[in-house]
């Protein structure tokens, strides 16, 4: 997927939109399981150097981020639909950020190390079935509906989610650098 620059009047016009909720019915459809692949193998890919993209990102407006938990082993990337901060504790720290939206700058941002987030997880998600699969060749597998889980989330981690969560209210990271802070990648 292409990835929505603010180089590009439209794109950037459109990155600063405020992104709506998926519906059940969308999550449990085959296009946000297609989404969900896009959106992970376009942060994973090789020309991109990112741990994390929202939605409007790709030119979609819904709330949905993918995230590398670097608090998990392996630090995957993860898909978050419908996602919010809900809790924010602690002091704010200083840290850099830079953007796939906005190609070539960096600056230190203000946030906060330690989140809640709140989420649907679609149906039939393993994490949200609290029935184990049927044994093989009897009843079939009763899949949950979608419910909304919340999670705690520390350091790093929770710096990435604060900023794709941004991007879903449409703020960018460079409106909330430390003045004098914002230069050059390269």
Sequence with gaps: MRV?????AKDSLFL?????????????????????ELLLATVQHPTQDGVGIAGPQVGISRRVVAVQRFD???EPFEVYPNVRIVDQRGELSSGPEGCLSVP?????????????IQYTLPAGSPASSSAGN??????????????????????????????????LDGVLYIDKVIPGSLQNRD
């Design 4 to 8: 929505l620059t603010i180089e590009d």
């Design 72 to 74: 998990k082993p392996g």
């Design 104 to 116: 070539g700058l960096r600056g230190n941002v203000l946030r906060y190390r330690d989140i809640d």
């Design 16 to 36: 600063r939109q405020q992104c709506k909720d998926f519906t059940p019915e969308m999550l449990a459809s085959p296009e946000f399981t297609a989404l969900s």
């Design 134 to 167: 049927s044994s093989a060749g009897r009843a079939p597998r009763i899949l949950p509906a979608p419910r909304d889980t919340t999670e705690r989330i520390q350091g790093f981690t929770a710096i990435i989610f604060q900023h794709e969560c941004d991007h």
